[in-house]
């Protein structure tokens, strides 16, 4: 058995916290390629994304959801993580794989209360994958 995080789920109740967002919307926006801005389906002709992730193992993977253009416009007037990030917008390649990933570590024990014992495996956010060699990196 394996424990996954998980989160009170009130859509549309509390303030936004940039950079950090909530881990049910997280899964959800991933998992069912919702925008992350408004959360509605962000369909394969309005899919964008910020290219923000990293390489692993020969993979670019992220934990960055989809977004429509519009959301993500707006979202580059108000988010102070995206501000300036411009030049990491573009429509999201197809390609990809969706993976769960496993957390621990100081940062879980900060931000939830929360301790995890060693070798115990946690789900946490998804993450979207896509072999690196196919991958155009923002500079
Ligand atoms: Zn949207």
């Known amino acids: 058995m394996r424990r996954a995080m998980w989160m009170p789920h009130t859509p549309g109740v ?6 950090k967002p909530h881990q049910v919307r997280q899964r959800r926006s991933i998992a069912e ?17 910020f290219q923000l992730g990293e390489v692993r193992e020969g993979w670019f993977m992220t934990t960055e959801a989809p977004v429509h253009r519009r959301c993500a416009d707006f979202a580059l007037t108000v988010c102070p993580h995206l501000r300036g990030q411009e030049d990491r917008l573009e429509p999201m390649p197809g390609g990809f794989s969706i993976l769960s990933s496993l957390i621990g570590g100081p940062a879980v024990e900060r ?10 495996r946690v789900i946490g956010a998804l993450k979207i994958a896509w072999k690196e060699k196919f991958m155009r990196r923002a500079v």
């Open 14 to 19: 509390g303030r936004p916290i940039f950079a």
């Open 33 to 49: 390629m919702r925008c992350t801005v408004c959360g509605e389906k962000a369909p394969e002709g309005d899919r964008w994304w």
């Open 111 to 120: 931000d939830f209360g929360f301790t995890i014992r060693p070798g115990e």
